[in-house]
């Protein structure tokens, strides 16, 4: 009971459960939360934010735990064992794990949350494969909006293999590929095909005056 109110006067109380039944909910009233008191901490290693490219996998871990019989959620979804959880991140953001210790239902979880950052991955492209004859040469061109760091080979047919628009003068048939690398280590590849033909042999005089052109 309560005492020391007016008639119509209204006080806010705050009720701390004790016990081995968690609070539930009430079908005609907002829902309760409530946590035992006197609870043992729970504590546990995380491992560090990551920071990767876009399209590899993240794996976030905890260890070090201080009980032996919990239950992990790893982002709000169902609770399992494992402490360990993989993914492929679409994007940056925070990821949230929650363990709970299974001999105190009723002490509240530990939370941590991680924050995970994706980096884009520049496009890489070589350009249309081309034909040149022997001796001449060709400009190649790997312009990239996110790439800046650009390595080709094989280098020794280029004038400068790390430039995104190097000069290919190359004496046979050649496969040239390009690695464009961004500032946070991101990268793609792709490769260009410069076929070098061969040129015509040189007209042949005859003694009477009459150039010779040979068909081969």
Known sequence: SLSGLSSGESKSIIVKAIGTTPCGNSANSDTITCFAINCNPISFKASA????????????????????????????????????????PVSSGSYSVSVTDSAQLLCPPKKYKFNVTVNPVPLADAGKDTIICNGSSVMLNAASLIGTLFDWSPAAALSDSSIYNPVANPDTNTIFVVKVSSKAGCFARDSVLITVNKNPPAPKLNPSGTVNISNG
């Open 49 to 88: 934010d990551p920071v990767v490219c876009a399209g590899d996998s993240v794996s976030l871990i905890i260890s070090s735990l201080n009980i032996n019989s919990y239950s992990v959620s790893w982002n709000a979804a169902v609770a399992v064992k494992d402490t360990l959880y993989q993914f492929v």
